[in-house]
């Protein structure tokens, strides 16, 4: 296992460019990306500088792996898929484990997040989870999903989570997991699920993941920032697996996008504001950065940072202005949660928009999973 080709894809070169600069041939350098070969040190120290990242980082990056030997294959359901963030995050982290994913199920209620996950993985999710019996979903080895938070109505006979959670998203997560028995679940959600409902709707989450379906279970919040990408975005990971497992939380990522990465030169004058917001803007901030995203918060006060605030699926228009003259095009939205370019661009601006601002980071969750499989399995 090593990360040439993740790498060298990460910086949109091509195997021909990159060989040509190492002096060596496309052949050999693609040996050297399936590891059926072992480049001499020279050649390790020309692609660690060509790629700029360490030889370790390059050849090396197996330190959460322990050595194990883990399943070549694993199947997932990916629930409340949205555009599919933990789709493009786990394949990043199967890619690297040497394992072959295979998603056998997954679902969505949103018409436009279907037409969209469809053009791009070949699959239409199924539509309303609540209507959907366990019974009707393949078993599979890993469950993922980035439920939308609700309220837990607690009053009442408490007989168990039926009790508890009916009538939330989370209930359908733990039924179906009850039903299924998958070996492990990783479940993302919003920074304040830890704090919503003075901490008593993690509480009851962890108590019935834990307690009542018998899952090892640990959570903990991340930012996106720290995975290198400019968006401040945090958001609770929840992990779950049938055998003890003790997480190491503290991610080290070398490799940063800077939103010069990710904002491209020339767009489409639709995206500018008016005059009149941009000269409001101006008159109220002078940004330190360039480029920066500028920020308009609640009470109408402005900031700016060499990062973009969290993407909000229901922001308002102007909330986010790049150099505090114009929105993100929804590509640059995708890149700021980490989407590659290939993904497929098929409903509209307002739509995409939507379906950015609700999506996971997915270098961040990549790396929790990347972490996480070699000690659940
Ligand atoms: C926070 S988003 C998840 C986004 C996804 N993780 C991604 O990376 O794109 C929550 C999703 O749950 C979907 N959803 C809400 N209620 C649902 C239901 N009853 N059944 C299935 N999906 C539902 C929404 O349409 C939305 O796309």
Known sequence: MNNVAKIRKEKHITQIELAKIAGISRTYLSKIEKNTVTPSIVIAMKLSKMLNVSIDKLFMDIEHNHGKILPKKMSFVDLFCG???????????????????KCVFSSDIDKYAQEAYEANFSERPAGDITK?????????????????CQTFSICGLRKG????????????????????????????NVKNLASHNNGKTIRTIIEVLRD????YVDYHLLNALDFGLPQKRERVLILGAKKPFKMDWNFKVEKQKTLSDILDKVVDKKYYASKDIISKRKAMHTSKYYPAIWHENK?????????????????????????????????????????????????SDCQTRKQAGNAIPVDMVAEVIK???????
Do not use: H, W
């Not at 009542?212 to 899952?215: A, K, R, V």
């Open 83 to 101: 555009i599919g963030g933990f789709r493009y995050a786990s394949q990043k982290a199967f890619d690297q484990l040497n394992i072959k994913g």
């Open 212 to 215: 009542e379906l018998g899952y």
């Open 132 to 148: 959907i019996k366990a019974s009707q979903i393949p078993t599979f080895d890993l469950l993922f999903g980035g439920f939308p």
């Open 161 to 188: 989570f039926e009790d508890t959670t009916r009538g939330t998203l989370f209930f359908d997560i733990a039924r179906i997991i009850k039903a299924k028995q998958p070996q492990a679940f990783v479940l993302e």
């Open 371 to 377: 972490r996480f499989l070699p000690i659940a399995f």
């Open 299 to 347: 009470s109408g006060n402005i900031s700016s940072y060499p990062y973009s605030c969290a993407l909000r699926a229901g922001a308002s228009y102007n909330y986010l202005l790049v150099n505090g003259e114009r929105r993100l095009t929804p590509r640059e939205m995708l890149r700021l949660q980490g989407f590659p370019e290939t993904f497929k661009i098929v409903v």
